[in-house]
């Protein structure tokens, strides 16, 4: 199979989907691999490196994409690629679509099969390619949330660890997914007050053997609303797999958190589980909605794209190897997990939380693949 891997061109996003070592699988198995040149730079890996490994270096992405059987990105398209992809061919990156109209839209009418990181689902419902950026963007929220709370950063100058004879901050995180788990475990680290809000018993009670320090709660509204101005520092990690992220903190609750609080909410990129949330990115991260400090950027791992390339290839790779050495489509027929991840095949939507986001039409994805 021809494999074409794209540059990012999201704000500040320096990770890449494959390494040269994964190019180094590829080769050997006999596939053609085409890398954007300059696109493993800013996880440290040079154009020569991807050629030693076997892979031919391309300097235009149209190009890159026209030849390619399948294009490996991390972010979802921007609107500059939108027009890259066509039928028979299929995507393989994260896109998060229900909470992006535009990109919904212009990939139904590519034609293309988008298979999506992020709902690749495993029999117990863990979601494998989420997971490992889900663990560096919750460890993540707890120094960009520390950081916010600085005075000279416009908070409230409280320090979350706390010092001898003075209370640490408290760290209030809906979700106790990996996100949920990371941060708690970092915030317990710090010494932080730390509650985690969650609406699975079986989780909570998982949780409450694994970290006897931390104070879990019931998700329901009156807990959340008893919850939320008490922290100094507020982190969102709910999901709904595929689904647009639900509201779970009103504006009203916000208001009520003391000015110079900080929210992060990783949940963002299905649309925030926070009513004040908006997306931000990494060269204009923060605003201020009711005194309190916004932090909403899509792409957080991004930031620290040598430690997350490492983290997300290695997720990545079985399941792209997959579809290079049978074909994508026998790939996505043998494979439960991965024909989980298939969100669109030639115009249709063939995943349920996308089609119900919008009002539009399911396929079943074993229909939709003939
Ligand atoms: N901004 C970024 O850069 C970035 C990076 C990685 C992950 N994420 C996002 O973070 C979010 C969380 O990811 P995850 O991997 O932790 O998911 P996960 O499935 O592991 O965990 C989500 C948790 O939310 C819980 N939940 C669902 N509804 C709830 C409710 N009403 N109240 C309380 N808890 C509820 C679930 O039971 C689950 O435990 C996702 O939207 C993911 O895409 C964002």
Do not use: C
């Given at each position: 199979m021809i494999v074409g891997v794209l540059k990012e061109i999201k704000d500040n996003e320096n990770r890449v989907a494959i390494t040269p070592k994964g190019v180094q699988e590829f080769v050997s198995k006999g596939h053609e691999l085409l890398v954007q040149k300059d696109a493993g730079i800013g996880s440290g890996f040079s154009n020569e490196e991807y050629e030693d490994a076997g892979a031919k270096l391309i300097d235009a992405p149209k190009e890159l994409c026209e030849k390619a059987e399948m294009v490996m990105k991390i972010k979802e398209p921007i609107k500059d690629e939108h027009t890259y992809f066509r039928k028979d061919q299929v995507l393989f990156t994260y896109f998060h679509f229900a909470s992006m109209k535009e990109l919904t839209d212009n990939m139904i009418s590519s034609n293309a099969a988008c298979v999506a990181y992020e709902t690749v689902e495993l029999e117990d419902r863990s979601l494998?390619?989420?997971?490992?950026?889900?663990?560096?963007?919750?460890k993540m929220s707890i120094h960009i949330g520390a950081h916010y709370l600085a005075k000279f950063a416009g908070g409230k100058g409280i320090l979350l660890a706390g010092v001898t004879n003075v209370n640490s901050g408290t760290v209030v995180i809906i979700g106790g997914g990996v996100v949920g788990e990371a941060a708690a475990k970092v915030a317990l680290g710090m010494g932080a007050n730390t509650t985690v809000i969650e609406l699975r018993d079986e989780r909570i009670e998982e949780m409450k053997k694994l970290y006897p320090k931390l104070n879990l709660v019931k998700s329901?509204?009156?807990?959340?609303?008893?919850?939320?101005?008490?922290?100094d520092l507020l982190v969102g990690g709910v999901l709904v797999a595929g689904a647009e992220a639900p509201k779970l903190v009103s504006r009203e609750m916000v208001a009520k958190m003391a000015p110079g609080s900080v929210i992060v909410d990783v949940a963002i990129d299905q649309g925030g589980c926070i009513e004040t949330s908006r997306p931000t990115s990494h060269s204009d991260p923060v605003y201020v909605e009711e005194g309190v400090t916004h932090y909403c950027v899509t792409n957080m791992p991004g930031a620290f794209p040598r430690t997350s390339t490492f983290a997300i290839t290695g997720a990545t790779l079985p399941y792209a190897l997959e579809m290079a050495d049978k074909g994508w489509k026998n790939a996505l027929k043998e494979n439960p997990a991965l024909l989980k991840g298939l969100n669109m095949i030639d115009g249709k939507i063939t995943y349920k939380g996308?089609?119900?986001a919008f009002g539009m039409e399911y396929v079943e994805p074993e229909k939709a693949l003939g």
């Open positions: 494998p390619l989420l997971a490992p950026m889900s663990e560096v963007a919750g329901t509204p009156e807990n959340i609303a008893n919850e939320v101005p008490k922290a996308v089609s119900d």
